[in-house]
């Protein structure tokens, strides 16, 4: 089991380029890939991207990029003369304008838009043979803080599923129960009434079966542990399966919301409180599961 949370870096470097990665990791439903990169390298953005969803299938990852050049290898600087030339013609049109002298500064060449650039000269083709495993150095190392975070998933998980267990079993053995109170209840009242009706009296009878029917919670924790089978079969896969438990996290709660409907009992409804408190708990940390 992997969490959808996690971080990593990775650097690479041959004679003409360093590329250094960072890749991070957060909830998202869908897979989704963010890139952060030179523009020089636009055309590689579907190749990385369909590189990186091969091995994560949900949460946004976002990808951030770095090149540096090796000692003694830089970018050339090019100088747009054209621009600079007109640039200082305008200080000096401003000058006759407003009869004082204006001499602009280095500041106001180095500030103005493309006088100066840096050349491109990372060309993909140099950069790939670099960036492709630095990118799987900072996967590798994302993928094992998802992995040890979603162990720590795991283990509270099954914590809490087994609290649910419990909690089932205890509506199981208490909900035969229900039945007999109310039938005691109801022979009492019936003589606090002044009510003589003789105990196998038909309608009696036929009262206290439609109660029962009423509180039958047999098809609901029959349901509930098939769920739980479920969710352990989950757990133990090595398969994303963040969407198999949400998925079950809401069926179980249905089968809860049921059983508290039909309780018609203090301590019944009791156990269902915790249980979906638990189950609350138990989704949250759900949404975290890749």
């Given at each position: 089991?992997?969490?959808?949370?996690?971080?990593?870096r990775g650097?690479?470097?041959?004679?003409e380029?360093?590329v250094?990665?960072?890749?991070s990791?957060?909830?998202?439903k869908q897979?989704?890939?963010?890139?952060h990169?030179?523009?020089?390298?636009?055309?590689?953005?579907?190749t990385?991207?369909?590189?990186?969803?091969?091995?994560?299938s949900r949460?946004?990852?976002?990808?951030?990029?770095?090149?540096?050049h090796?000692?003694?290898?830089?970018?050339?600087?090019?100088?747009?003369?054209?621009?600079?030339?007109?640039?200082?013609?305008a200080?000096?049109?401003?000058?006759?304008?407003?009869?004082?002298?204006?001499?602009?500064?280095?500041?106001?060449?180095?500030r103005?838009?493309?006088v100066?650039s840096?050349e491109?000269?990372?060309?993909?083709?140099?950069?790939?043979p670099?960036?492709?495993?630095?990118?799987d150095e900072a996967?590798?190392?994302?993928?094992?803080?998802?992995?040890?975070?979603g162990?720590?998933?795991?283990?509270?998980?099954?914590?809490?599923?087994?609290?649910?267990?419990?909690e089932?079993n205890?509506?199981?053995s208490?909900?035969?129960?229900?039945?007999?109170?109310?039938?005691?209840?109801?022979?009492?009242?019936?003589?606090?009434a002044?009510?003589?009706?003789?105990?196998?009296?038909?309608?009696?009878?036929?009262?206290?079966?439609?109660?029962?029917?009423?509180?039958?919670?047999?098809?609901?924790?029959?349901?509930?542990?098939?769920?739980?089978?479920?969710?352990?079969?989950?757990?133990?896969?090595g398969?994303?399966?963040?969407?198999s438990?949400?998925f079950?996290?809401?069926?179980?709660?249905?089968?809860?919301?049921?059983i508290?409907?039909?309780?018609?009992?203090?301590?019944l409804?009791?156990?269902?409180?915790?249980?979906?408190?638990?189950?609350?708990k138990m989704?949250?940390?759900?949404?975290?599961?890749?």
């Amino acid at each position: 089991m992997h969490s959808m949370t996690g971080f990593g870096r990775g650097s690479h470097a041959t004679s003409e380029i360093v590329v250094h990665v960072e890749a991070s990791s957060v909830n998202r439903k869908q897979g989704e890939i963010a890139l952060h990169m030179p523009r020089s390298l636009g055309e590689l953005e579907a190749t990385l991207r369909k590189r990186v969803l091969q091995r994560v299938s949900r949460g946004r990852v976002t990808i951030q990029i770095k090149l540096d050049h090796p000692l003694g290898v830089a970018a050339g600087v090019q100088l747009d003369a054209a621009r600079a030339k007109a640039l200082n013609a305008a200080y000096t049109d401003l000058s006759e304008a407003i009869g004082r002298p204006i001499i602009p500064g280095p500041e106001i060449f180095l500030r103005a838009p493309d006088v100066f650039s840096f050349e491109e000269d990372s060309t993909p083709d140099s950069v790939l043979p670099a960036l492709e495993p630095a990118l799987d150095e900072a996967i590798d190392a994302l993928l094992a803080m998802r992995r040890s975070e979603g162990n720590d998933l795991k283990s509270d998980l099954q914590q809490r599923l087994a609290l649910l267990e419990q909690e089932t079993n205890a509506i199981e053995s208490k909900a035969p129960a229900v039945v007999s109170s109310y039938r005691d209840t109801l022979f009492r009242r019936l003589g606090e009434a002044g009510l003589d009706l003789d105990l196998n009296d038909d309608r009696v009878l036929k009262e206290i079966a439609l109660f029962a029917d009423r509180c039958d919670i047999t098809e609901e924790t029959t349901r509930l542990r098939s769920h739980f089978r479920k969710f352990h079969e989950y757990l133990a896969t090595g398969e994303p399966v963040g969407r198999s438990l949400d998925f079950l996290c809401q069926e179980l709660n249905r089968e809860f919301n049921t059983i508290g409907s039909k309780a018609n009992d203090a301590t019944l409804a009791q156990h269902v409180v915790n249980a979906k408190t638990e189950l609350e708990k138990m989704r949250e940390q759900v949404q975290n599961v890749e």
